[in-house]
């Protein structure tokens, strides 16, 4: 079976044609703001990014989040390493004090099915994109829900914060981001403290209670004051009368 | 230990009190203003010829007594706000006025002289429709309430209940009025709408039906606004669509009859409802046969109803109001009409003839910066000679009531719309001639040495002249006695005082009108009026340049919005004179979403107000080239964010250099679970002094000290009280990073909320305990500053450290404040409006979330005192003593000149202004400082060093030549 060489070449180039748009196809990632359900009882929502000199947002996946659900909800993320031609990019937005923003699509935790979980819209956050570039794509991303476990707010911040216009000479160092992720739930505020309050109070008057000297009578505490005041009251009356007298004959 | 505790506590006590007012300091350092509201009753008291008094019952729930004479209060009695204390009727008979109040839920009766309670009872339930007083054989002994269903009388006496009806029919007939003429029925009038009107006449003895009939009247759907019953129980209608009158007498037809106007020679504005105006002097007679139709907006008719036949009296044309007033045993009619445009002219006409009385002209100047007359309330009274004098009191559109005596002489004025005051600024008052010749000197540009030196001399030699002529009024003053010395307060006289401690008060109303008033003696200065101000508007009041930029005028801003449509429109104008400013504010055919005021100035020195429309276009003002060019200078450092409540959405955004705008960050709240209710950012003129607090170990501990953060009150919707929350979020409002979230649970609002420094200051209801509590949230840097020197939003990356602590406070509370002073050194202070009406200024140490549960030496050294759960209030606490501030609103803090004083204005129904000193007058000598002791000390200290200087001297002298 001897086929034509030029038809074999066909074939071969279409088969790497198909398998090429695959690949690309895959490296492209899902339809944006799809959620996926992972092995691990989690899922996974796409964190996108986006650099332009311009300034005008066109959203690209960086990674994914993978979210687990529950009382106390964590997060990991996976996400890609920067390609050469984004490199090039963000340094040049960074030259231009461009922004550098994420967005992750507005999701619910703790609901049990995917189709709950989905809300309309994304939350947004930015960095100045040469703050991005200085600190070497080290960012700490958090996520913030709210009591019932809607997702209302995303934030990120690099470390170090700064732009003071350092050069980044290794291109090495801006492939790999280096982040830190966490998801923070609303904190409980204090009510007043009565209890502890009382309870102190208790301990006082125990303490109090157990001390002999504060149970006296007022007497039986000042009675040395008080025979005092008494005598100094009795020896001033008496020197008195004299005085009075000779000032009212003068 | 418990002492030690206990002299710590008294330490504190005794250093925290707020400095109260000393007897005779009583109104020195404050005024209070009191008001009633819109009138929508008055009547005056027509018992003797020499009464003084107008009572009056007002939109804002208010019945009120006052002096005819001086414009003042005699006695004011404030309900209960909103629908439930709402006044529906007022009816005077003698010394007693009655009021049915909160849509017929009681029945009051006052004793107008004292303005006492006679008696009050409680009405059956169903929603209000009319009253009227009842008499017979010209006494009048009840009261008749009806209601949606039925209708029920009262004794005058004691308010008991004679009889109660139900209204037959009344599913489906509209019953809306109720009339009597004496004669022992009771007519109530129904209608259904364009088809009948039902008439039951009730026997007034013991409530039965005397008559039931209906009556064809397919034109007509209101009683109340169409119909009156003139002279012996005729009942008149007008109808705009036939243009006819039509009549019915209530004792003997079944049937209306319809009389053209035409046939009377009259004609109608097409498009204008005729407005029937009758009067019935004494409820125990019928009503007379005169009455008022108006015709046309500027048209009334004095008409007669003769044997059936309706007689034209006179025709007033043009005529803006019109009202009829009894005395004794006349009637006469008050007609106002247009004189000239800065004036109007009333007269008095006979009721019985139409005839102008002589004499009885009176003129009413209009006011340029008022509204238009809007009510005429006549009071009539019989002169010696037994002819007809009278005063008037008119209600204008701007809420303002002005009393006026024959000729023309304005005996008072109140103006009404400051009981309902929106915003506030305070604004320093300009220097004095003098003092503004001196700063101009350094205005202007240089113009060669000699020139310069000329000025500076004649500066001076002017500095000169006033000083001397002030010494020469002192002295002028001084001999005269204390009583004669008055100290008016014109727009000429006006000028900062040493410490700026007197300011303008520029005053915004829910009515449009806007004030300007003196902080010192709480004299109106000016007043304007805008028209055209839409129901629901939205106000926000900002200073575009202060009188700091000589020779520049001092220019606020305006924005009012409409909150339906979001249009907003801009009145820039003058706050010293309250003249509207010659710059044309710019067009704004897009809603408004937000507006933001930049520290950036034009090349005037006017601030440059940033408008952000629906398309997220921006607009500046003033928009000169010069500022163009700034903002595109500086537009990627300006932020701004909007809140969508409706949404849950708040987003920030970032100007570009073409001022169209960029979104930048957004947070969403699901309007699910809660809704935002407020946001609050910090006052841009406060300064905090100290960047840290020293702790007990003498390491600093740093304040986050964001300026821009942002504090979002959020409240469930779920308002179950075990599940209820209310959420806090502290975002930056330039990064929209989420600071800290909290959630104070089993609690619900309305929350109150001050932002501040580094602290966040809430207080809200527990649902759980079924109190009031207070929360304090404190931001702290750290013991290391990250950056000291600039704070940026897009270079903090450590969060703060967050502490709080929750306190019961013993009262629910109706506005807070924080006060405010020149360079942030004095303490703060909560200004706390209470709906009891007093103003508590509770030192924000007694909410410090530092303050410990278990006391150390640490917490000693650094005064913090010691932890208790409930936050007292203590009576020197209240700095409005006896003053107290009926429902008050808002309070304004402004800082004075000097560091230890705080201007404070609180607004409600009443307006009290006075200075608060949160760390005591410590830059201050007391006013009975004594200046003799200290010099005289001063003086003998010196000499005695002299002399025994020279004492010294020679001896000294002395031992060397021994």
Redesign the interface.
Known sequence: MALPLTFNIALFSTLFFVLFTDVVFCNNGRRVGDVMDTEFGGFSVPLEHSFEVD???QFRVRGALVLKAGREPSVALTQNQLSEEDRAKLKEVAAV?G?Y?IRVP?VLLQADRQTERQ?E????????AC?MVESHLSD?I?L?T???G?L??V?I???????RGTEVEDEVDLEVFNTTLSV???????????A??LE?MEM?TE??GKNPQEQKSFFAKYWYLILGGAIFLVVSSAAQPPAGGGSEQS | MAKLIWLCLNFVILCSTVGAVFEDQVGKFDWRQQYVGKVIFSNFDAQSQSSKKVIVATENNVFASLNIRTGELFWRHVDAIGPEGKIDALLHHGQDALLVVGDGRLLRSWEINIGGLNWEIVLDSGSFQSACLIGQQDIVKHVAVLKKTAISLHYLSNGHQKWIENLPESETVDYQSVYSGGNGEVYVLGTVPHSHIAIVVYSLDDGEIIRQFSVEAPWLSNIQASCAVIGEGMLTCADSATVSMYMLDLETQTEMSQIPLQSLGLEVTPGFQPVLRSTQPNAARPPLSEFFLQVGPEQHLLLQLNDGQIVTLRDFNPALLVSFATTGEKTIAAVMSPKNTTACSVNLFSAESGRRLLDTTLIFPLDPNGGKPEELYVQAFLKKDDSVGYRVMVQTEDHTLTFIQQPGRVMWTREEALSDVVTMEMVDLPLTGTQAELEGEFGKKADGLFSMVLKRLSSQLILLQAWISHLWKLFYDARKPRSQVKNEVTIENLSRDEFNLQKMMVMVTASGKLFGIDSKTGTIVWRHYLDNIPANAAFKLMVQRTTAHFPHPPQCTLLIKDKDTGLATLHVFNPIFGKKSHVTPPAMPQPILQSLMLPVMDQDYAKVLLLVDDQYKVSAFPSTKNVLQQLQEIASTIFFYLVDSSQGRLSGYRLRTDLSTELIWEVVVPTEVQKIVSVKGKRPNEHVHSQGRVMGDRSVLYKYLNPNLLAVVTESTDTHPERSFMGILLIDGVTGRIIHEAVQRKAKGPVHIVHSENWVVYEYWSTKSRRNEFSVIELYEGTELYNSTVFSSLDRPHAPQVLQQSYIFPSSISTMEATLTEKGITSRHLLIGLPSGGILSLPKMFLDPRRPEIVTEQSREENLIPYAPELLIRSEWFINYNQTVTRVRGIYTAPSGLESTCLVVAYGLDIYQTRVYPSKQFDVLKDDYDYMLISSVLLALFFATMISKRLAEVKLLNRAWR
């Open positions: 300034d005008v947002a004090d922004l923003r507005r809300l819209g994304y939350l947004t956050a930015f960095v100045r703050a700490v958090s913030h709210d009591v019932s809607y209302i707010g934030s911040v690099t470390l170090p914060g700064a732009c923070m739930g609303p904190v409980n505020a204090p009510g007043p403290e009565t502890l309050f102190r006082e303490k109090k």
